[in-house]
């Protein structure tokens, strides 16, 4: 099966700065990747999603980029704000089935 | 349009007893998906499945745990004989069902505490 791994478990920037969080999968049948926020108490809310037939995707402030052969992705957060704060998760799978990563707990400082 | 809705969003348990965690799907997805969260911990598929369809199950504890999606009313995850390791946050996705979409949307979750 796929096995997703994501890194930093942690991380702390200064507002206005940029977050980059990335993730690893394993199996190369996987062709979605989709991110989640996680607030604290709540559901994961979808952000940002990219297919394997495309190399980045934009967003306002949020970008992924996936590398296929390499089989990683990346989400990059720019001008961050403290409303960023909050655990990411990425996910890899194919159609309706996808693996999550352990998350990242992303602390915007003011 | 309402999104995902689970209730009840906080359950109390002593062991031995049952759980029954609900969820109804956003307005015109017909997949539901559930998943439990440990804390500090990622999301671990446990189920999926079509209305009156399992679909994959093989997240899902052999013993004790029981999903179903009927015709009409909401998806059900049911929990028997709820022991400590059971405590955990639940949380139910739906998905409209096209072939490859992918998207999945969650609501907010059951938190399961078992005394």
């Known amino acids: 099966g796929e096995n997703v791994e994501q890194h930093p478990s942690t991380l702390s920037v200064q507002e206005g700065d940029s977050a980059v969080i990335k993730c690893t999968y394993s199996?190369?049948?996987?062709?979605?990747f989709p991110w989640y926020k996680q607030e604290l108490g709540k559901g994961p809310q979808l952000i940002i999603d990219?297919?394997?037939?495309?190399g980045e995707k934009k967003d306002q402030r949020i970008a992924v980029t996936l590398n296929k052969t390499a089989k990683h992705f990346s989400l990059h957060i720019t001008e961050t704000q403290p409303e960023d704060s909050a655990v990411y998760f990425c996910a890899a799978g194919t159609g309706n089935q996808f693996y999550f990563g352990t998350g990242t707990s992303l602390t915007v400082i003011p | 349009n309402a999104g995902v809705m689970q209730n009840p969003r906080h359950l109390v348990r002593r062991r031995g007893q049952e759980a029954r965690l609900r969820c109804s799907p956003m307005?015109?997805?017909?997949?539901v998906y559930w998943y439990r969260q440990l804390p500090e911990e990622g999301l671990k598929f446990m189920v999926y499945?079509?209305?009156?369809?399992?679909?994959?199950e093989s997240g899902m504890p052999k013993e004790r745990f029981s999903a179903e999606f009927p015709k009409e009313g909401p998806s059900i995850l049911r929990i028997q004989q709820v022991v400590r390791g059971d405590s955990a946050a639940y949380f139910c996705a739906s998905s409209p069902g096209m072939s490859g979409s992918g998207e999945q949307y969650f609501g907010p979750g059951t938190r399961l505490t078992v005394t």
């Open positions: 199996d190369s049948a996987s062709n979605y």
């Open positions: 990219i297919r394997s037939n495309v």
């Open positions: 499945l079509q209305k009156e369809n399992i679909i994959d």
């Open positions: 307005k015109g997805h017909s997949h």
